[in-house]
C-alpha cells in the first residue's frame, strides 16, 4: 500500500501538539515502518523525550524502568488507529544497560528483558525516522554493539534444543501428537534464532515470520521448504514421525549453523 512521507507522518501528530518541545527523537516502528502495513493496521510511533510526558488523555504503560513506565497517547485519522508511545531518552539507555556484554556474561539468556522490552528495543533497528535522525542512528549503534542479539539468539536456541528433545522424548514414549506440537514449537524456535542471528528481530511476533525470513533468505532454507513446514504441508496423521522427523533434523541443522559468541 502507498506509503506516507515524513511530513504526512508528522502532520497529524503536530496538528494535537504530540511532539513536544523536548523531542530528541521521532520514528515509526512496526509493520508500517518495514511497509509490511495493511488498510487495517495501526500506527505505531515512539517520541523519545528528555522529560517524561503526562497529559490527561495519555495512559500508562508498565516497565521495569526507572520511572516505571511510558505513557501512550491514541487517536484516529481517516479511520485509522494511531498509538503514540513516549520515553524517556534515559529508559532507552537502561533497556541498552541491560543487554550489555556485562550482562550477558551472567548467562541470563531469556531473562534479560521482558517481552516488551525486547519488542521496543528491537524496533529501534528497523525504524522509520522521523526526527532525530543523528539519535536514532547513535541508538542502532550502540543496539549492534551490545549483547542484544547473542541474548536473543542464544535464549531462542535453547527454547528450540528443550522443544526438540520433548520431541524426541514423546516419540519414544508413543505420544505423537505431543511429539508433533513440541516440533512445531522447535522449529517456530529455531528459525526465530536464525533470523535473529541476521538482526532480523521480532519472534515474539511470529506472524512476521515469513517477511523475516525472505529478507534474510538463508541458501540453506528455501522460503518454499520453510513455508510447506511452517504450514505442515506433508504432514500425513497416520505417518506423523516422517514429518516430525525432517523437522527435528533441520532444527539441528539450524543450530548448527547458527553463530552464538
Excluded at 84 to 101: G, H, P, R
Excluded at 165 to 180: R, V
Aim: with cysteine; proline share 5%; net charge negative.
Amino acid at each position: 500500500m502507498q506509503q506516507l512521507t515524513t511530513d504526512e507522518w508528522l502532520e497529524p501528530l503536530r496538528q494535537r501538539e504530540l511532539i513536544p518541545a523536548d523531542c530528541l527523537a521521532a520514528f515509526v516502528v512496526g509493520s508500517a515502518a518495514r511497509g509490511w502495513n495493511n488498510a487495517r493496521s495501526d500506527h505505531d510511533v515512539y517520541v523519545v523525550t528528555t522529560r517524561a510526558w503526562d497529559t490527561s488523555t495519555s495512559r500508562p504503560i508498565p516497565m521495569p524502568l526507572n520511572p516505571p513506565g511510558v505513557r501512550s497517547e491514541t487517536f484516529y485519522e481517516d479511520g485509522r488507529r494511531w498509538e503514540v508511545t513516549y520515553w524517556l531518552d534515559s529508559q532507552i539507555d537502561q533497556l541498552l544497560a541491560k543487554v550489555s556484554w556485562q550482562e550477558y556474561e551472567r548467562g541470563l539468556a531469556g531473562e534479560a528483558l521482558t517481552p516488551r522490552e525486547e519488542v521496543s528495543l528491537g524496533r529501534i533497528a528497523n525504524c522509520l525516522t522521523l526526527l532525530g535522525e543523528d539519535w536514532v542512528e547513535d541508538r542502532r549503534k550502540r543496539l549492534t554493539d551490545s549483547a542484544f542479539k547473542s541474548f536473543l539468539v542464544v535464549r531462542s536456541l535453547n527454547l528450540a534444543d528443550d522443544a526438540v528433545e520433548d520431541a524426541l522424548g514423546q516419540m519414544e514414549a508413543g505420544n505423537p501428537e505431543s511429539a508433533t506440537i513440541s516440533a512445531r514449537r522447535a522449529f517456530g524456535y529455531a528459525v526465530d534464532a536464525l533470523l535473529e542471528s541476521h538482526g532480523e528481530f521480532g519472534s515474539h511476533m511470529p506472524k512476521w515470520r515469513p517477511n523475516r525470513l525472505r529478507i534474510v533468505a538463508p541458501s540453506f532454507l528455501t522460503f518454499e521448504r520453510y513455508w510447506a513446514l511452517e504450514t505442515m504441508r506433508s504432514y500425513d496423521a497416520a505417518d506423523p514421525g516422517s514429518w516430525i522427523r525432517e523437522v527435528l533434523t533441520l532444527c539441528q541443522d539450524i543450530s548448527m549453523r547458527v553463530e552464538t559468541p
